[in-house]
């Protein structure tokens, strides 16, 4: 199994900024990559970022330039750096794992953790 612990998160005001950060406990799997989805009420999760072990992220447009993820693969943990946050930021994130055990592809994810962006 991989068990992710995701923190951070909160309230910010427009233009403000939050960390995330989410740490992976795994036993016998391989650990691909890791990163972070957003859901809002009524809608499918989205994804955010990605950082895979090789080091490349991949982000979404609306999040490009002002949101950073980043990895520690020694650790397990990646972390997200929200910078300028918009209302439209608001959501439920959740912290999600690519692993394998052999040549068999696993996703996980955390339980979730809210951000809230208003004035």
């Known amino acids: 199994q991989v068990q992710l612990a995701e923190s951070g998160g909160g309230a910010a005001q427009p233009g403000g900024s939050l960390r995330l950060s989410c740490a992976a406990s795994r036993s016998r799997f391989d650990l691909e990559g890791m990163g972070w989805y957003r859901q809002v009420p009524g809608k499918s999760r989205r994804l955010v970022a990605i950082f895979t072990r090789e080091g490349v992220t991949h982000y979404e447009d609306s999040v490009r330039g002002r949101f950073t993820i980043s990895g520690d693969n020694a650790k397990d943990t990646v972390w997200l750096e929200m910078n300028d946050l918009k209302p439209e930021d608001t959501a439920v994130y959740y912290c999600?794992?690519?692993?394998?055990?052999?040549?068999?592809?696993?996703?996980?994810w955390g339980q979730g953790t809210q951000v809230t962006v208003s004035s």
């Open positions: 999600t794992a690519t692993a394998y055990r052999g040549t068999r592809r696993y996703d996980f």
